[in-house]
């Protein structure tokens, strides 16, 4: 059963337009939660991450949002760009469990000019 | 300053075939993690493994799939008489293990490609 949930599937957005994908989990055990970034052909690459102790972090055009009561993070891309079309994923794992983690199914997010 | 390597890049077998998918984690990082990728499926974990331990394999088929990672060498994700059910993208991911240098992120190879015939 899939741990993670991620929406939407796929996402597109203008450039300069803010893109904005919303994850939901079920285990209050999770205390790490990443964003991967995947081009067409790549390995996932590291985005951003949270731990539960915050309720936002950003690094530059790129923040997370958490919200530990409702079990909810999100991502939010500002002045999105052509050059971040890919396929993002949200994670989730357990300290204790060796950062195995459980990643959403994915937001293919097109840019357009 | 070599990443996660993975090979073969791409690989072919018939049904009932052997596939072996070998994985090089990043110098200084004692853990592998074994994910595979469907399209419109995401990443599923497999198997989280430390040099000669399995610590988790609770994503692995229980038939055909096994996996290793030896003192000396890479890991080794092992899938015995494929079906075609088993094409898919196999990612490799390493990390550094516990204590401080660990912050949780994993770095993953490009990944191996397997289609069965």
């Known amino acids: 059963q899939q741990q993670v949930k991620q929406s939407p599937q796929s996402l597109i957005v203008q450039k300069g337009g803010i893109s904005i994908i919303n994850c939901a989990y079920e285990?209050?055990?999770?205390?790490?939660f990443p964003w991967y970034q995947q081009f067409p052909g790549k390995g996932p690459a590291l985005l951003i991450a949270i731990r539960p102790d915050v309720s936002e972090k950003k690094e530059g055009r790129f923040t997370i949002s958490f919200n530990k009561s409702a079990k909810q993070f999100s991502l939010h891309i500002m002045d999105s760009q052509p050059g971040d079309s890919a396929t993002y994923f949200c994670a989730a794992s357990r300290t204790n469990s060796g950062y195995a983690l459980n990643f959403g199914k994915g937001t293919s997010l097109l840019v357009t000019p | 300053n070599a990443g996660v390597m993975q090979n073969p890049r791409h690989l072919v077998r018939r049904r009932g075939q052997e596939a072996r998918l070998r994985c090089s984690p990043m110098?200084?990082?004692?853990?592998v993690y074994w994910y595979r990728q469907l399209p419109e499926e995401g990443l599923k974990f497999m198997v989280y493994?430390?040099?000669?331990?399995?610590?988790?394999e609770s994503g692995m088929p229980k038939e055909r799939f096994s996996a290793e990672f030896p003192k000396e060498g890479p890991s080794i994700l092992r899938i015995q008489q494929v079906v075609r059910g088993d094409s898919a993208a196999y990612f490799c991911?390493?990390?550094?293990?516990?204590?401080?240098?660990?912050?949780?992120?994993?770095?993953f190879g490009e990944g191996s490609r397997l289609t069965v015939l």
């Open positions: 285990n209050t055990a999770f205390d790490y």
């Open positions: 110098k200084g990082h004692s853990h």
């Open positions: 493994l430390q040099k000669e331990n399995i610590i988790d």
């Open positions: 991911a390493s990390s550094p293990g516990g204590g401080r240098t660990n912050t949780g992120e994993l770095f």
